[in-house]
Protein backbone atom coordinates (compact mmCIF):
# COMPACT_ATOMS: atom_id res chain seq x y z
CA UNK A 1 0.00 0.00 0.00
CA UNK A 2 1.17 3.52 -0.67
CA UNK A 3 0.83 5.96 2.07
CA UNK A 4 2.83 9.17 2.95
CA UNK A 5 2.94 10.28 6.17
CA UNK A 6 0.72 13.58 6.56
CA UNK A 7 3.14 14.82 9.80
CA UNK A 8 6.56 13.98 8.24
CA UNK A 9 5.55 15.93 4.73
CA UNK A 10 3.59 18.63 7.18
CA UNK A 11 7.10 19.17 8.95
CA UNK A 12 8.80 19.17 5.62
CA UNK A 13 7.12 21.60 4.23
CA UNK A 14 6.95 23.87 6.55
CA UNK A 15 10.74 23.88 6.41
CA UNK A 16 10.65 24.95 3.34
CA UNK A 17 8.25 27.74 3.42
CA UNK A 18 10.63 29.71 6.25
CA UNK A 19 12.93 29.83 3.19
CA UNK A 20 12.41 33.77 1.44
CA UNK A 21 12.92 32.92 -1.76
CA UNK A 22 10.54 35.50 -3.72
CA UNK A 23 11.95 36.49 -7.01
CA UNK A 24 11.91 39.59 -8.50
CA UNK A 25 9.95 40.63 -11.79
CA UNK A 26 12.10 43.66 -12.17
CA UNK A 27 15.81 42.08 -12.04
CA UNK A 28 17.53 40.98 -14.94
CA UNK A 29 19.53 38.53 -13.19
CA UNK A 30 19.59 34.65 -13.27
CA UNK A 31 17.92 33.43 -11.12
CA UNK A 32 16.26 37.35 -10.13
CA UNK A 33 17.15 36.84 -6.74
CA UNK A 34 20.25 35.48 -5.33
CA UNK A 35 17.82 34.45 -1.74
CA UNK A 36 16.33 31.39 -4.48
CA UNK A 37 19.50 29.10 -4.19
CA UNK A 38 19.53 29.05 -0.60
CA UNK A 39 16.58 26.55 -1.05
CA UNK A 40 18.53 25.37 -3.97
CA UNK A 41 21.46 24.15 -2.31
CA UNK A 42 19.05 23.00 0.55
CA UNK A 43 17.51 20.56 -1.81
CA UNK A 44 20.81 19.70 -3.08
CA UNK A 45 22.09 18.81 0.10
CA UNK A 46 18.91 16.76 0.97
CA UNK A 47 19.06 14.56 -2.20
CA UNK A 48 22.75 13.98 -1.92
CA UNK A 49 22.20 12.97 1.49
CA UNK A 50 19.02 10.53 0.72
CA UNK A 51 21.40 9.04 -1.73
CA UNK A 52 19.99 9.75 -5.70
CA UNK A 53 22.33 10.30 -8.36
CA UNK A 54 23.69 12.85 -10.61
CA UNK A 55 22.99 15.51 -8.02
CA UNK A 56 24.06 19.47 -8.39
CA UNK A 57 22.62 22.72 -8.49
CA UNK A 58 24.16 25.58 -10.69
CA UNK A 59 24.96 28.75 -10.89
CA UNK A 60 21.12 29.96 -11.87
CA UNK A 61 19.23 28.05 -9.08
CA UNK A 62 18.68 25.09 -11.20
CA UNK A 63 18.54 21.74 -9.20
CA UNK A 64 19.01 18.13 -10.85
CA UNK A 65 18.73 14.56 -9.71
CA UNK A 66 18.17 11.23 -10.78
CA UNK A 67 16.39 8.31 -8.79
CA UNK A 68 18.16 4.78 -10.85
CA UNK A 69 15.75 2.79 -12.49
CA UNK A 70 15.02 -0.55 -10.95
CA UNK A 71 13.30 -1.96 -13.32
CA UNK A 72 13.71 -5.36 -14.80
CA UNK A 73 12.52 -3.78 -18.11
CA UNK A 74 14.58 -3.00 -20.74
CA UNK A 75 12.79 0.25 -21.70
CA UNK A 76 11.25 2.67 -19.83
CA UNK A 77 11.00 5.89 -20.78
CA UNK A 78 12.64 8.42 -17.79
CA UNK A 79 10.37 10.68 -16.58
CA UNK A 80 10.55 13.55 -14.43
CA UNK A 81 8.36 15.86 -11.58
CA UNK A 82 9.26 19.52 -11.48
CA UNK A 83 8.51 22.41 -9.12
CA UNK A 84 9.63 25.60 -8.50
CA UNK A 85 11.19 27.05 -5.60
CA UNK A 86 10.14 30.75 -5.83
CA UNK A 87 7.46 32.76 -4.40
CA UNK A 88 5.40 35.11 -5.94
CA UNK A 89 6.27 38.98 -5.98
CA UNK A 90 2.77 39.69 -5.02
CA UNK A 91 3.31 39.17 -1.53
CA UNK A 92 5.57 39.72 0.96
CA UNK A 93 7.57 35.90 1.34
CA UNK A 94 9.97 37.71 4.26
CA UNK A 95 10.18 35.65 7.72
CA UNK A 96 6.76 33.17 7.04
CA UNK A 97 5.67 31.60 9.96
CA UNK A 98 3.66 28.64 8.98
CA UNK A 99 0.99 27.17 11.59
CA UNK A 100 -0.20 24.12 11.58
CA UNK A 101 -4.09 23.76 12.36
CA UNK A 102 -4.84 20.48 13.79
CA UNK A 103 -8.41 18.45 12.94
CA UNK A 104 -9.53 21.53 11.29
CA UNK A 105 -12.74 22.30 12.94
CA UNK A 106 -14.96 24.18 10.24
CA UNK A 107 -14.79 27.61 11.52
CA UNK A 108 -13.34 30.92 10.57
CA UNK A 109 -9.56 30.88 11.38
CA UNK A 110 -8.24 33.99 12.56
CA UNK A 111 -4.38 34.85 12.04
CA UNK A 112 -2.22 36.18 15.22
CA UNK A 113 -0.62 38.31 13.67
CA UNK A 114 -3.46 40.40 11.68
CA UNK A 115 -6.72 40.03 13.62
CA UNK A 116 -8.67 41.40 10.68
CA UNK A 117 -8.01 38.83 8.67
CA UNK A 118 -10.54 36.01 8.20
CA UNK A 119 -9.58 32.88 6.66
CA UNK A 120 -13.43 31.68 6.07
CA UNK A 121 -14.81 28.37 4.88
CA UNK A 122 -17.96 30.29 3.38
CA UNK A 123 -15.85 32.03 0.94
CA UNK A 124 -13.16 29.19 0.82
CA UNK A 125 -15.63 26.58 0.26
CA UNK A 126 -12.72 23.97 -0.31
CA UNK A 127 -11.59 24.28 3.71
CA UNK A 128 -15.18 22.28 4.14
CA UNK A 129 -13.44 19.04 2.82
CA UNK A 130 -10.85 19.41 5.07
CA UNK A 131 -12.87 19.57 8.54
CA UNK A 132 -11.38 16.97 11.03
CA UNK A 133 -8.05 17.13 8.54
CA UNK A 134 -4.92 19.31 9.70
CA UNK A 135 -4.75 22.24 7.45
CA UNK A 136 -1.91 24.86 7.10
CA UNK A 137 -2.05 28.66 7.00
CA UNK A 138 0.75 31.47 7.34
CA UNK A 139 0.50 33.83 9.93
CA UNK A 140 -1.27 36.66 8.80
CA UNK A 141 1.39 38.94 7.61
CA UNK A 142 2.96 37.36 4.77
CA UNK A 143 1.70 34.74 1.93
CA UNK A 144 2.53 30.73 2.56
CA UNK A 145 4.40 29.78 -0.12
CA UNK A 146 2.50 26.31 -0.85
CA UNK A 147 3.03 28.04 -4.70
CA UNK A 148 5.25 26.23 -5.23
CA UNK A 149 6.96 24.45 -1.84
CA UNK A 150 3.94 22.23 -1.75
CA UNK A 151 5.28 20.86 -5.34
CA UNK A 152 8.90 20.52 -3.84
CA UNK A 153 7.69 18.82 -0.23
CA UNK A 154 6.03 16.47 -2.65
CA UNK A 155 8.46 15.24 -5.11
CA UNK A 156 11.20 15.23 -1.76
CA UNK A 157 8.71 12.94 0.05
CA UNK A 158 8.05 10.70 -3.05
CA UNK A 159 11.47 10.57 -3.55
CA UNK A 160 12.22 9.57 0.17
CA UNK A 161 9.43 6.80 0.23
CA UNK A 162 10.78 5.14 -3.56
CA UNK A 163 14.37 4.65 -2.07
CA UNK A 164 12.68 3.26 1.49
CA UNK A 165 11.02 0.96 -0.74
CA UNK A 166 12.74 -0.84 -3.68
CA UNK A 167 10.27 -3.05 -4.28
CA UNK A 168 8.21 -0.45 -6.08
CA UNK A 169 9.69 -0.68 -9.70
CA UNK A 170 10.09 2.31 -11.78
CA UNK A 171 12.28 3.54 -14.58
CA UNK A 172 14.87 6.51 -14.03
CA UNK A 173 12.49 9.29 -12.39
CA UNK A 174 14.75 13.11 -12.64
CA UNK A 175 13.56 15.59 -10.89
CA UNK A 176 14.19 19.19 -11.36
CA UNK A 177 13.70 22.04 -9.15
CA UNK A 178 13.59 25.17 -11.34
CA UNK A 179 13.61 29.38 -9.63
CA UNK A 180 12.17 32.43 -11.34
CA UNK A 181 8.26 30.38 -12.31
CA UNK A 182 5.85 33.06 -10.73
CA UNK A 183 8.51 36.11 -13.09
CA UNK A 184 7.88 33.88 -15.59
CA UNK A 185 11.57 32.69 -16.26
CA UNK A 186 11.40 29.53 -15.11
CA UNK A 187 13.12 28.00 -17.64
CA UNK A 188 15.63 30.14 -19.14
CA UNK A 189 18.45 28.82 -17.99
CA UNK A 190 17.87 25.19 -17.64
CA UNK A 191 19.30 22.69 -19.09
CA UNK A 192 17.52 19.80 -21.14
CA UNK A 193 20.32 17.24 -21.19
CA UNK A 194 21.22 17.44 -17.30
CA UNK A 195 16.73 16.48 -16.91
CA UNK A 196 17.47 13.71 -19.66
CA UNK A 197 13.59 13.07 -19.60
CA UNK A 198 11.27 11.79 -22.43
CA UNK A 199 8.09 13.38 -20.59
CA UNK A 200 7.24 15.10 -17.51
CA UNK A 201 5.02 16.52 -14.70
CA UNK A 202 4.95 19.91 -12.95
CA UNK A 203 3.73 19.46 -9.54
CA UNK A 204 2.32 23.23 -8.98
CA UNK A 205 -1.47 22.25 -9.72
CA UNK A 206 -4.82 23.29 -6.58
CA UNK A 207 -7.35 21.14 -5.41
CA UNK A 208 -6.73 17.22 -5.05
CA UNK A 209 -7.20 15.20 -8.29
CA UNK A 210 -7.04 18.00 -10.67
CA UNK A 211 -4.79 17.58 -14.20
CA UNK A 212 -4.48 20.46 -16.11
CA UNK A 213 -3.48 19.92 -19.54
CA UNK A 214 -3.90 22.78 -21.26
CA UNK A 215 -2.97 26.51 -20.59
CA UNK A 216 -3.01 29.65 -22.16
CA UNK A 217 -0.74 31.07 -24.78
CA UNK A 218 0.58 34.08 -23.78
CA UNK A 219 2.42 36.63 -25.28
CA UNK A 220 2.96 40.51 -24.26
CA UNK A 221 2.25 43.49 -26.08
CA UNK A 222 4.69 46.81 -25.88
CA UNK A 223 2.67 49.78 -26.99
CA UNK A 224 5.28 53.18 -27.13
CA UNK A 225 3.25 56.50 -27.88
CA UNK A 226 5.74 59.37 -29.26
CA UNK A 227 4.50 63.19 -28.35
CA UNK A 228 5.38 65.73 -29.66
CA UNK A 229 7.92 68.26 -27.19
CA UNK A 230 8.40 71.85 -26.69
CA UNK A 231 8.70 73.86 -23.79
CA UNK A 232 5.43 73.96 -21.64
CA UNK A 233 5.50 78.03 -21.55
CA UNK A 234 4.94 78.23 -25.25
CA UNK A 235 3.01 74.90 -25.79
CA UNK A 236 -0.22 76.28 -27.52
CA UNK A 237 -1.28 73.99 -30.53
CA UNK A 238 1.89 72.50 -30.48
CA UNK A 239 2.53 69.72 -27.64
CA UNK A 240 1.21 66.43 -27.35
CA UNK A 241 2.05 65.31 -24.79
CA UNK A 242 2.48 61.51 -24.44
CA UNK A 243 1.31 59.95 -21.20
CA UNK A 244 -2.24 61.58 -21.71
CA UNK A 245 -2.41 59.89 -25.39
CA UNK A 246 -1.34 56.47 -23.45
CA UNK A 247 -3.96 57.30 -20.85
CA UNK A 248 -6.19 57.87 -23.46
CA UNK A 249 -5.40 54.33 -25.05
CA UNK A 250 -5.76 53.02 -21.17
CA UNK A 251 -9.47 54.87 -21.75
CA UNK A 252 -10.52 53.55 -25.21
CA UNK A 253 -10.24 49.52 -23.54
CA UNK A 254 -13.69 47.84 -23.82
CA UNK A 255 -15.00 48.09 -19.92
CA UNK A 256 -17.31 44.81 -19.70
CA UNK A 257 -14.98 42.52 -22.05
CA UNK A 258 -12.01 42.07 -23.16
CA UNK A 259 -9.89 41.91 -19.49
CA UNK A 260 -8.90 39.79 -17.04
CA UNK A 261 -11.64 40.79 -14.57
CA UNK A 262 -14.98 40.36 -17.12
CA UNK A 263 -13.33 36.98 -18.19
CA UNK A 264 -13.65 33.35 -17.08
CA UNK A 265 -13.54 30.01 -18.46
CA UNK A 266 -11.88 29.45 -22.19
CA UNK A 267 -12.53 33.60 -22.73
CA UNK A 268 -9.29 35.14 -23.08
CA UNK A 269 -8.02 38.33 -22.60
CA UNK A 270 -5.78 41.61 -22.84
CA UNK A 271 -3.98 43.33 -19.25
CA UNK A 272 -2.59 46.15 -18.96
CA UNK A 273 0.66 45.70 -16.78
CA UNK A 274 2.76 48.86 -16.64
CA UNK A 275 2.92 52.73 -18.23
CA UNK A 276 5.85 54.64 -17.66
CA UNK A 277 7.64 57.63 -19.53
CA UNK A 278 7.47 61.29 -19.97
CA UNK A 279 5.48 63.82 -22.02
CA UNK A 280 7.98 63.06 -25.49
CA UNK A 281 7.58 59.14 -25.20
CA UNK A 282 4.89 57.02 -23.03
CA UNK A 283 5.53 53.02 -22.68
CA UNK A 284 2.05 50.90 -22.44
CA UNK A 285 2.46 47.47 -21.54
CA UNK A 286 0.09 44.39 -21.77
CA UNK A 287 -0.05 40.59 -21.14
CA UNK A 288 -2.06 38.93 -24.48
CA UNK A 289 -3.73 35.75 -23.11
CA UNK A 290 -5.80 33.17 -24.81
CA UNK A 291 -6.04 28.96 -25.21
CA UNK A 292 -5.72 29.19 -28.95
CA UNK A 293 -3.22 30.99 -31.13
CA UNK A 294 -6.26 32.59 -33.62
CA UNK A 295 -7.53 33.86 -30.30
CA UNK A 296 -4.32 35.41 -29.28
CA UNK A 297 -3.64 36.60 -32.72
CA UNK A 298 -7.48 38.09 -33.11
CA UNK A 299 -6.96 39.83 -29.56
CA UNK A 300 -3.63 40.92 -30.82
CA UNK A 301 -5.06 43.16 -33.90
CA UNK A 302 -7.81 44.48 -31.81
CA UNK A 303 -5.59 46.44 -29.11
CA UNK A 304 -3.72 47.80 -32.04
CA UNK A 305 -6.72 48.82 -33.95
CA UNK A 306 -7.88 50.75 -30.33
CA UNK A 307 -4.03 52.40 -30.19
CA UNK A 308 -3.70 53.40 -33.62
CA UNK A 309 -7.61 55.01 -33.64
CA UNK A 310 -6.59 56.89 -30.21
CA UNK A 311 -3.91 58.11 -31.37
CA UNK A 312 -5.06 59.18 -34.58
CA UNK A 313 -7.20 61.58 -32.64
CA UNK A 314 -3.94 63.24 -31.02
CA UNK A 315 -2.38 65.15 -34.76
CA UNK A 316 1.38 64.60 -34.65
CA UNK A 317 1.59 61.82 -32.32
CA UNK A 318 2.63 58.45 -33.38
CA UNK A 319 2.81 54.82 -32.24
CA UNK A 320 4.48 51.41 -32.82
CA UNK A 321 3.61 48.06 -31.78
CA UNK A 322 5.79 45.16 -30.60
CA UNK A 323 4.02 41.39 -29.66
CA UNK A 324 6.37 39.33 -27.81
CA UNK A 325 6.11 35.64 -27.22
CA UNK A 326 5.74 33.99 -23.86
CA UNK A 327 4.38 30.71 -24.05
CA UNK A 328 2.35 28.87 -25.47
CA UNK A 329 -0.66 26.05 -24.91
CA UNK A 330 0.58 22.55 -23.66
CA UNK A 331 -2.12 20.90 -25.22
CA UNK A 332 -0.28 21.51 -28.70
CA UNK A 333 2.19 19.11 -27.55
CA UNK A 334 0.28 16.62 -25.42
CA UNK A 335 -2.40 16.21 -28.29
CA UNK A 336 0.73 14.14 -29.74
CA UNK A 337 1.66 12.42 -26.91
CA UNK A 338 -1.86 11.72 -25.07
CA UNK A 339 -0.38 8.95 -22.95
CA UNK A 340 1.43 11.37 -20.68
CA UNK A 341 -1.67 12.52 -19.49
CA UNK A 342 -3.72 9.39 -19.61
CA UNK A 343 -0.82 7.45 -17.18
CA UNK A 344 -1.62 11.03 -14.63
CA UNK A 345 -5.19 10.25 -14.72
CA UNK A 346 -4.86 6.39 -13.62
CA UNK A 347 -2.11 7.30 -10.64
CA UNK A 348 -4.27 9.95 -9.13
CA UNK A 349 -7.36 7.39 -9.63
CA UNK A 350 -5.29 5.27 -7.79
CA UNK A 351 -4.72 7.75 -4.66
CA UNK A 352 -9.14 7.42 -4.27
CA UNK A 353 -9.66 11.00 -5.61
CA UNK A 354 -12.00 11.62 -9.09
CA UNK A 355 -10.21 13.05 -11.93
CA UNK A 356 -10.74 16.66 -12.40
CA UNK A 357 -9.15 17.66 -16.09
CA UNK A 358 -9.08 21.79 -16.24
CA UNK A 359 -7.75 23.90 -18.09
CA UNK A 360 -4.97 26.81 -16.39
CA UNK A 361 -6.33 30.18 -16.81
CA UNK A 362 -2.35 30.99 -17.47
CA UNK A 363 1.00 28.92 -17.37
CA UNK A 364 3.37 26.47 -15.47
CA UNK A 365 7.02 25.83 -16.27
CA UNK A 366 5.41 22.85 -18.26
CA UNK A 367 4.49 25.04 -20.70
CA UNK A 368 7.32 25.90 -22.40
CA UNK A 369 8.91 22.49 -21.30
CA UNK A 370 6.82 20.93 -23.47
CA UNK A 371 7.75 22.66 -26.13
CA UNK A 372 11.74 22.12 -25.36
CA UNK A 373 10.83 18.59 -25.78
CA UNK A 374 9.37 17.49 -22.60
CA UNK A 375 5.65 17.38 -23.29
CA UNK A 376 4.68 18.33 -19.29
CA UNK A 377 1.19 18.38 -18.13
CA UNK A 378 0.79 19.54 -14.24
CA UNK A 379 -0.87 17.78 -11.31
CA UNK A 380 -2.31 19.14 -8.13
CA UNK A 381 -0.37 19.93 -4.63
CA UNK A 382 -3.92 21.00 -2.55
CA UNK A 383 -2.57 24.79 -2.78
CA UNK A 384 -5.43 27.11 -1.96
CA UNK A 385 -5.63 31.25 -2.33
CA UNK A 386 -2.43 31.26 -3.47
CA UNK A 387 -0.30 34.93 -3.70
CA UNK A 388 -2.17 36.01 -0.51
CA UNK A 389 -2.22 36.13 2.72
CA UNK A 390 -5.04 34.06 3.16
CA UNK A 391 -2.94 30.89 1.39
CA UNK A 392 -3.48 27.55 3.02
CA UNK A 393 -2.89 23.79 2.11
CA UNK A 394 -4.39 20.57 3.71
CA UNK A 395 -1.90 18.07 4.81
CA UNK A 396 -4.42 15.10 3.19
CA UNK A 397 -3.60 16.69 0.07
CA UNK A 398 0.09 17.47 0.06
CA UNK A 399 0.56 13.85 0.80
CA UNK A 400 -1.78 12.45 -1.73
CA UNK A 401 0.22 14.60 -4.42
CA UNK A 402 3.52 12.72 -3.15
CA UNK A 403 1.85 9.31 -3.44
CA UNK A 404 0.30 10.59 -7.05
CA UNK A 405 3.63 10.75 -7.92
CA UNK A 406 4.87 7.42 -6.58
CA UNK A 407 1.69 5.48 -8.16
CA UNK A 408 2.64 7.96 -11.46
CA UNK A 409 5.99 6.22 -11.60
CA UNK A 410 4.74 2.89 -11.26
CA UNK A 411 2.43 3.37 -14.32
CA UNK A 412 5.01 4.04 -16.37
CA UNK A 413 6.80 0.79 -15.57
CA UNK A 414 4.29 -1.28 -15.70
CA UNK A 415 2.75 0.04 -19.03
CA UNK A 416 6.42 0.25 -20.48
Same mark, same amino acid.
Not at 111 to 134: A, G, K, Q, R, V
Not at 168 to 194: L, N, R, S, Y
Given at each position: ???????? !?? =??????V???????????????????????? @?????????????????D????? +??????????????????A?? /???P????????????????????H?? /??????????????????????I?? +??????????????????????????Q??????????????????????????????????F?????????????? =??????????????????????????????????? !?? /?????????????????????????????????????V?????E?????????????????????????????? =????????????????????? =???????????K??????????? @????????????????????? @??????????? +???? !????????????
Open positions: MIQISQDA !IA =ERFMRYRIDTQSDPNSQTHPTTEKQKNLSR @LLCQELKELGLTQVETDYGYVY +ATIPSNSDKKKVPAICFCHV /DTADCSGTNVKPILHRSYDGTDIFP /DDSNLILSPTISTYLNEHINSHIT +ASGLTLLGSDDKAGVAAIMQAAIFLLNPTIKHGDIKIAFTPDEEVGQGTAKIDMQKIGASGYTMDGGEAGSLED =ETFSADAAIINVYGVITHPGYAKNKLVNALKVAGA !IL /DALPKNEFSPETTEGMQGFVHPTSISGISEKATLQFIRDFTLGLAAHHRRLQQIAADTVAKFPGATMDYTEV =EQYRNMKEMLNLHPHVAEYAA =EAIQRTGFAVKESIRGGTDGSR @LSYMGMPCPNIYTGMQNIHSK @LEWIGTRDLAK +AAET !IVHLSMVWEEKS
